[in-house]
């Protein structure tokens, strides 16, 4: 006991001459700085549909997006065409189009995938859907999707392509799938999603896979150059995962699994596995429902790999759909909250997060005109921000990837279908709190005062202390002035006095 005594003391003297040196710092150094409105607005301006896909002939949904580290746009959506000879005249393929020039280019076709010879239905007759797609750090453009025999399951494969020599490749066949044919568990399909590396090339990947029995399993691969991993899976009774990597790249799938190995149409719970050496972990279970439906989900790893979660809960299995929301800190999770949205039905749930930790939910207003629904965190509750004039009919995806947020510039994409593909766009400087860094107690100027809570929240693990003025919206992104992935160090204090 004596031993632990004189450690405490010595690490407590230790603690003490820093702030000692950093009271004398206050006392002989002087520092101004300019004043900041931190007050958030309420109204965003959303700009008009601007239109991605002109081809009369056709019906384009199914869109999903992806920036790349230029900050430009791209887009895959499902075309709809006549198709004579094919069940209902009716087949669909992949298109692609970016704006890498400044505009967007005519969409373009993505070649069509070589079916295996075992293949039970002629190449003329296939629906390609449910597209992805993801950049990564090198530029080449990666795109994943589902192609089936018919329009809504049945047997298929996914499929992965990419423009890495310039055009895209002949798209290659990552898993077969063998039966899709409980609506109860699939909606469209495969709920596909792709995920770039963090500073190299390869390309995450999840989806539905079945093992051929009707029932589903949440199943994760690794691609570098379009050759992927055999598929693995944590349970074969699971679905609709989504796919997220943290600041060093190591991914994280969340999804739905059966909450027992009984019965099927038995409860779901909401689960999230860290992906080690190919294979899920075993997963950490974030809410325990009491429905048989596996709602969409999705989720945001910030820049402190905080866990910000949405997800679609209808009790029981039937009547309205409610958003819940659950925060993830160093392995820790908050009890699931419904958060309220303009109607009593809501769909299709999208989250991110700026770089000043502001929180942004986009999702689907299902009653009424379908349209565009956004909220945002202004550090105390959620605020919902949709669109008063209806932006109509808004998004039609199997994944969360219909929004995009380009944190250096503070603009959210949205694309949505009319039966065309559109963008909408708002800048979210309107609406954010104007953090400063540096100005760490959110107070208008920078003060040694700033370098002092600075310098608290390292002393409290990261954590500006609770109370204090040093406890804002602002206080974490402006305390690390010198953006290194140690997060807050003394030597951010330092950096502002400086």
Known sequence: MST???????????????????????????????????AYAQDLTFSDPFLIS???????????????????????????????????????????????????????????????????????????????????ANGTVHVAYY??????????????????????????????DPCRTDSRYYSLGNNIMLAAGVNDNKIHIVFDGSSGTGHGGARYAVGVDGNFTVPTTYARESGEPTIKLDCEGVPYVLYWIKSDTTEFGSNVNLALSKIENGHFSIPVILFESDSWVMGENAFAIDQYDSTHIVFRYSPGGAGATQMHYIKGIDQQYTTAMQLPTNTCVSLMYA??????????IAYKQAAGYQSLGFMYNDGSAFIDVSPTDYIKHGITSAGPQWFTLDNENNIAYFVYTTGY??????????????????????????????????????????????????????????????????????????????
């Open 4 to 38: 632990r005594k004189s450690i405490d003391m010595q690490t407590l003297t230790f603690e003490s001459s820093k702030i000692f040196m950093i009271s004398m710092l206050i006392v002989l150094i002087v520092l101004s700085g300019g004043f900041l409105n931190a």
């Open 54 to 136: 002109t081809d009369t002939t056709m019906i384009s949904t199914m869109a999903a997006s992806a920036l790349d580290v230029n900050g430009k746009l791209h887009i895959v959506f499902v075309g709809w065409y006549y198709e004579e000879g094919a069940p209902d005249n009716v087949a669909s393929e992949i298109f692609y189009t970016n704006n890498m020039s400044g505009v967007f280019v005519e969409p373009v076709k993505l070649p069509e995938a070589e079916l295996p010879f075992s293949a039970s239905f002629e190449d003329d007759f296939y629906y390609s859907k449910e597209p992805s797609i993801a950049v990564d």
């Open 147 to 176: 192609r089936t025999e018919t329009q809504l399951n049945g047997i298929g494969w996914i499929c992965s392509t990419n423009n890495k020599n310039g055009d895209f490749s002949v798209p290659k066949m990552i898993f077969y």
């Open 351 to 360: 989250v991110d997060v700026g770089k000043d930790q502001t929180e942004y």
């Open 421 to 498: 593909i559109y963008l909408v766009t708002v800048d979210l400087n309107d609406l954010q709190v104007q953090c400063a860094l540096g100005d760490v107690n959110n107070d208008g100027s920078i003060t040694p005062g700033d370098a002092l809570c600075a310098f608290q929240t390292y002393l409290n693990g990261g954590t500006p202390p609770a109370g204090t003025e040093c406890d804002n919206e602002c206080a974490l992104y402006a305390a690390d002035v010198n953006c290194t992935p140690n997060g807050i160090t003394p030597g951010d204090a330092l950096y502002i006095f400086q």
